[in-house]
Nanobody
Framework: QVQLVESGGGLVQAGGSLRLSCAAS????????VGWFRQAPGKEREFVAA????????YYADSVKGRFTISKTNAKNTVYLQMNSLKPEDTAIYHC?????????????????WGQGTQVTVSS
C-alpha cells in the first residue's frame, strides 16, 4: 500500500502562485509514476501533470503547460506542483495519485492510490 497526503492549497488571486505538495509513504518501491489530477464542481476529474518516479519524465495537460511545473525529491518521497499565473478556471480540488505500472500518464484508470485532495481557489 501507498499513502498520499496533499498540502499547500488555498485561496489566491488570479495571476498568483501556489505550490502543492504530495507526501508519499508506505511501499514507495512499488511506485512507477505520480500524477496530479483536479476536479471542479460539477465536472469530471481531469489530468493535470505527472512525473515518473525514477526517470523523472514529465507530462502536462495542454491547459497548464508553461504555467505549472511538476517536480519531486526522492529523498523526501514528495512530489510538488508549482502553479504560476493561476486563473479562475484552475479552481478545483487537486488530488495526487500513484501508479504501480507504466501506461498512459493522463488516464485516471492507470492510478492505483489516491490522496484526499487539497482545495485550490483562484479569485478573479
Amino acid at each position: 500500500q501507498v499513502q498520499l497526503v496533499e498540502s499547500g492549497g488555498g485561496l489566491v488571486q488570479a495571476g498568483g502562485s501556489l505550490r502543492l505538495s504530495c507526501a508519499a509513504s508506505g511501499r514507495i518501491s512499488s511506485v512507477y509514476r505520480v500524477g496530479w489530477f483536479r476536479q471542479a464542481p460539477g465536472k469530471e476529474r481531469e489530468f493535470v501533470a505527472a512525473i515518473s518516479w525514477n526517470g523523472g519524465a514529465t507530462y502536462y495537460a495542454d491547459s497548464v503547460k508553461g504555467r505549472f511545473t511538476i517536480s519531486k525529491t526522492n529523498a523526501k518521497n514528495t512530489v510538488y506542483l508549482q502553479m504560476n499565473s493561476l486563473k479562475p478556471e484552475d479552481t478545483a480540488i487537486y488530488h495526487c495519485a500513484a501508479a504501480k505500472s507504466a501506461g498512459y500518464a493522463y488516464r485516471i484508470e492507470e492510478y492505483d492510490y489516491w490522496g484526499q485532495g487539497t482545495q485550490v481557489t483562484v479569485s478573479s
